[in-house]
Nanobody, 124 residues
Framework: VALVESGGGLVQAGGSLRLSCVASDRTFVTNDMGWFRQIAGKERELIAGISRSGDTSVKDSVKGRFTISRDVAKRTVYLQMNSLKSEDTATYYC???????????????????WGQGTQVTVSS
């Protein structure tokens, strides 16, 4: 399995969660990594990406609240989510593909490596 996620759950508005995604060796070293989310009834969208050199990009709608980071030794990418809002309720997916950090407009159709998805529910 290329990508294994963990860390979702139920949290009150204003709270925090950290998602983790462990990648296989090959996946981690040959791809950018990113986090997509899919809100019910909407398309899956890229919200954060980190390049193989560690450069990061975060979508404006979550900038200042969400941070993407990685631990190279653990082949793990994180999404730290603070000040969560009810509108952040979604299924979050880890993804691996070229260019995720450079282009946050990358659509889900361009990605072939996915985690299993983890549900984040924010109660108001």
């Amino acid at each position: 399995v290329a990508l294994v996620e963990s860390g979702g759950g139920l949290v009150q508005a204003g709270g925090s969660l950290r998602l983790s995604c462990v990648a296989s060796d090959r996946t981690f070293v040959t791809n950018d990594m990113g986090w997509f989310r899919q809100i019910a009834g909407k398309e899956r969208e890229l919200i954060a990406g980190i390049s193989r050199s560690g450069d990061t990009s975060v979508k404006d709608s979550v900038k200042g609240r969400f941070t993407i980071s990685r631990d190279v030794a653990k082949r793990t990418v994180y999404l730290q989510m603070n000040s969560l809002k009810s509108e952040d309720t979604a299924t979050y997916y880890c993804a691996a593909a070229l260019g995720l950090a450079r282009n946050l407009a990358t659509t889900w159709k361009a990605v072939s490596l996915w985690g299993q998805g983890t549900q984040v529910t924010v109660s108001s």
